[in-house]
């Protein structure tokens, strides 16, 4: 296997919670880190609902941000840009609260590799 899927199946792993489907995807070192991501990334801008700039970009609730992030997942993406200036940190926050409502385990760094300093905010959710 030329690069690392999402780490399933895993201790703790619930099947009925949610499984990836079969796929193939490109897989990149990140620079020197040792870590292999997709090479597609989710982008995360349009994920919340909050005013100012980010309403004309986009306005996804939470339901529409878990069918965008399984959806992902399914095409073996693991690679997730977020930033907290993204409706106001809110898209971070959505971002985590697909990945615990498709049961990804928050102690799988190898599952989800998130850009910018976001990645602490995202897995608290």
Do not use: W
Request: net charge positive; charged share 20%; proline share 4%.
């Amino acid at each position: 296997m030329k690069g690392r899927r999402l780490g399933y199946p895993h201790a703790g792993y619930n099947p009925s919670v949610y499984t990836p489907k079969v796929n193939i995807m490109r897989m990149k070192k990140l620079g020197n880190t040792g870590l292999l991501v997709s090479q597609l990334c989710l982008g995360t801008m349009t994920f919340g609902h909050s005013g100012g700039i980010f309403a004309q970009i986009g306005q996804l609730q939470q339901s529409d941000v878990d069918s965008i992030v399984r959806a992902a997942f399914d095409g073996g993406v693991n690679f997730v840009d977020t930033a907290d200036v993204y409706h106001a940190g809110q898209s971070e926050v959505m971002t985590g609260q697909a990945l615990r409502n498709l049961g990804v385990p928050r102690d799988q760094p190898e599952g989800f590799c998130a850009t910018g300093a976001a990645r602490e905010r995202a897995m608290r959710a």
